[in-house]
């Protein structure tokens, strides 16, 4: 099994409540590494924030880290990360006004090859974390395949969501392969889905899931007990050459805390092993 980190946007608000607290039961939720979100919203430096990392007996290996805040001021932001430990560095979504087909498309796709070659020049890796949405077509292609195939793949790489490329409309495990060579970090998210399970035809699993957002209420599972088959992405993405794996759940299962979700994902991911 490849190491696992746990995205800690899974416990944002417990983040804002009790940083150090909710760090150390990230770790007796049996993770050991963790990728950042959110992380200078939280009101630590750098140095802080690896202290509190280091107490929990945690360490950061990847940040998901707003494009925009990028793009304004590189040495401020991805430094903060790089600091921090982060050795990759993520765009995590892209404004409606800044994806395909939004005007800011063109541009971003230049801003998003210099953030890479700031992270290369400091040892580090850019990677783009998509959604649903760039499964759009664009001029024939997945608007997705369309940023990989316009940015190189020595300045920007993978990390295929596989929730979001389910939905999206394609198989996850088949996507991560398309990818071998270039998908370093693989994000494990698992979903139920309205009828009682069963993942209906991708055009209703999409208008689902753009309802289901707006509602705030995407039926996100602990990994292993959704619909995804997950033994196949994890095979796949070892095979794609992945160096580590990502638990990622954005909202808790009903009636349970993210830290039992976390806990769970872990529990399913070991009996793997």
């Known amino acids: 099994m490849l190491p696992v980190m746990l995205q800690l946007y899974n416990v944002r608000e417990e983040l804002k409540n009790d940083f150090d607290g909710t760090l150390e039961q990230v770790a007796g939720a049996g993770y050991r590494y963790v990728e950042l979100a959110l992380a200078m919203a939280y009101g630590k430096s750098a140095a802080e924030t690896g202290a509190s990392l280091e107490k929990a007996g945690l360490s950061a290996v990847s940040a998901h880290v707003p494009y925009r805040d990028m793009i304004q001021d590189m040495d401020k932001v991805i430094g903060y990360h790089l600091d921090v430990g982060c050795k990759f560095i993520v765009v995590p979504f892209l404004a409606e006004e800044d994806r395909y087909p939004g005007p800011n498309y063109a541009e971003v796709k230049k801003g998003i090859a210099r953030l890479g ?15 649903e949405f760039e499964f759009a077509d664009c001029n024939g ?10 940015v190189p793949a020595a300045l920007l790489q993978t990390e295929i969501d596989v929730c979001w490329a389910k939905v999206g409309g394609v198989d996850p495990a088949e996507y991560i392969l398309k990818y071998s060579g270039r998908a370093p970090v693989v ?14 035809a991708a055009y209703d699993l999409i208008g689902e899931a753009k309802k289901a957002r707006a509602a705030g209420a995407f039926p996100f599972r602990a990994v292993g007990h959704g619909v995804q088959d997950i033994p196949g992405i994890v095979k796949a993405a070892e095979k794609a050459g992945a160096r580590w794996l990502v638990v990622e759940q954005d909202l808790p299962s009903p009636g349970m805390s993210p830290i039992q979700c976390a806990k769970q994902s872990m529990d399913y991911l070991n009996s793997l092993k």
């Open 117 to 131: 070659e700031y992270c290369s020049k400091k040892g580090a890796a850019l990677l783009y974390h998509n959604h």
């Open 187 to 200: 994000h494990l998210k698992d979903f139920d889905s309205s009828n009682g399970g069963q993942v209906k």
């Open 141 to 150: 292609k997945y608007a997705l395949d369309d940023l990989y195939d316009s």
